[in-house]
T-cell receptor, first 110, second 116 residues
């Protein structure tokens, strides 16, 4: 298995909702990432987990809460989001000299 | 901090023509450089990577890139464009080996259009 799987592919949520994004990989990669990508822009790093510990938080608002339950799973918990948080959320994993990206979750906050 | 600059936010070529997408890097240490392609509403697909081995790197779909330290460049080329190459292309730099969870920083992207 050489893929990073993200669910759901699309999500519409209200500003008072709580939802979670899920990312899974079975390549044995020990680093996992969340990126946010706005339309016509490059991906921007949000969080990095290395060996299941949070190693980088790029000053992301607390309404985004990452979680790494085990070496294969990465979650992003969402609460009280704003419309400007609407974007494509990409998960990635890495080992050695390469990164593998999932196909993303398209999030719309209404 | 590592960074990359992509010259030209939009590039248009004719089908069968040479594709050249430019990327310059800024790094205080030997960089790890990548080119990714993104089709509409999809994730990122790795085209090729430079990790201090051969300076001419061959990737998927006929793409290649040459690492030139003297010019701090890592331009992406393809001899003959195909309609299916139309997409967004990102150059990216990592601040270290990726196994330890190092930051991957992207350029602003180049939209490639291929015309008949």
């Amino acid at each position: 298995d050489t893929e990073v799987t993200q669910t759901p592919k699309h999500l519409v949520m209200g500003m008072t909702n709580k939802k979670s994004l899920k990312c899974e990989q079975h390549m044995g990669h020990r680093a996992m990432y969340w990126y946010k990508q706005k339309a016509k822009k490059p991906p921007e790093l949000m969080f990095v987990y290395s060996y299941e510990k949070l190693s980088i938080n790029e000053s992301v608002p607390s309404r985004f809460s990452p979680e790494c339950p085990n070496s294969s799973l990465l979650n992003l918990h969402l609460h009280a989001l704003q419309p400007e948080d609407s974007a494509l959320y990409l998960c990635a994993s890495s080992q050695g000299d390469g990164y593998t990206f999932g196909s993303g979750t398209r999030l719309t906050v209404v | 901090a590592q960074s990359v600059t992509q010259l030209g936010s939009h590039v248009s070529v004719s089908e069968g023509a040479l594709v050249l997408l430019r990327c310059n890097y800024s790094s205080s240490v030997p960089p790890y450089l990548f080119w990714y392609v993104q089709y509409p509403n999809q994730g990122l697909q790795l085209l090729l990577k430079y990790t201090s081995a051969a300076t001419l790197v061959k990737g998927i779909n006929g793409f290649e890139a040459e690492f030139k330290k003297s010019e701090t460049s890592f331009h992406l080329t393809k001899p003959s464009a195909h309609m299916s190459d139309a997409a967004e292309y990102f150059c990216a730099v990592s601040d270290g080996l990726t196994g330890g969870g190092n930051k991957l920083t992207f350029g602003t992207g180049t939209q490639l259009k291929v015309e008949l």
